[in-house]
């Protein structure tokens, strides 16, 4: 039982190179969400999916896609990277249940 | 102003002191409130929920004061294995939106 898995761990781009950030869950949770985390700013939602097939925008969702495979898998799309979204990046699942939120274990990018 | 802020720190206290962190937040909408713990270049992960009567876990203890707009950790008898960033997080019940603060960094010292 992994809960959230995310790939890669670490990532170097060049300005206008494209990636996709994958996320993927075990816990059988409807709602997924995609954040960056930068010093002093604290995590800022970039966009979260309530549901299979629904997606919506977050605080921060310019120069990013996403895309919600399925109920399990949620990717995160950047177009054309620019320096500005170099930060350290979770993607989390959580229970309504409780309002707990599971986070992934980060993707660490880096746009030179 | 932000909408979920915190003192970042760091608080450095000894082994076995107790310290308290307090967090605000501007949103009265906000609903369910949390405490979570990052080890550094780790994941946030959730370390209790906050409930308006208060509630407390072992070494831990949370308050909420929706008066004031604010919430509390109490960590009593440190342990060097507290050393970590706390988040404050607050949510707005039927939203799928959580505010969290930058972080209170705590360092315990042997």
């Known amino acids: 039982n992994a809960g959230v898995t995310q790939t890669p761990k670490f990532q170097v781009l060049k300005t206008g190179q494209s990636m996709t950030l994958q996320c993927a869950q075990d816990?059988?949770?409807?709602?997924m969400y995609w954040y960056r985390q930068d010093p002093g700013m604290g995590l800022r939602l970039i966009y979260y999916s309530a549901s299979e097939g629904t997606t919506d925008k977050g605080e921060v969702p310019n120069g990013y896609n996403v895309s919600r495979l399925n109920k399990r898998e949620f990717s995160l799309r950047l177009e054309s990277a620019a320096p500005s979204q170099t930060s350290v990046y979770f993607c989390a699942t959580d229970s309504r249940v409780t309002d707990t939120q599971y986070f992934g274990p980060g993707t660490r990018l880096t746009v030179l | 102003r932000k909408e979920v802020e915190q003192d970042p720190g760091p608080f450095n206290v000894p082994e076995g002191a107790t310290v308290a962190f307090n967090c605000t937040y501007s949103n009265s909408a906000s609903q369910s409130f949390f405490w979570y713990r990052q080890d550094c270049r780790k994941e946030p992960k959730l370390l209790m929920s906050?409930?308006?009567s208060g509630n407390e876990d072992g070494r831990f203890t949370a308050q909420l004061n929706r008066a004031s707009q604010y919430i509390s950790l109490l960590i009593r008898d440190s342990k060097l294995s507290d050393s970590a960033t706390y988040l404050c997080v607050g949510g707005a019940p039927g939203t799928y939106k959580y505010i969290f603060g930058t972080g209170t960094r705590l360092k315990v010292l042997a």
């Open positions: 816990m059988n949770h409807n709602s």
């Open positions: 906050v409930y308006s």
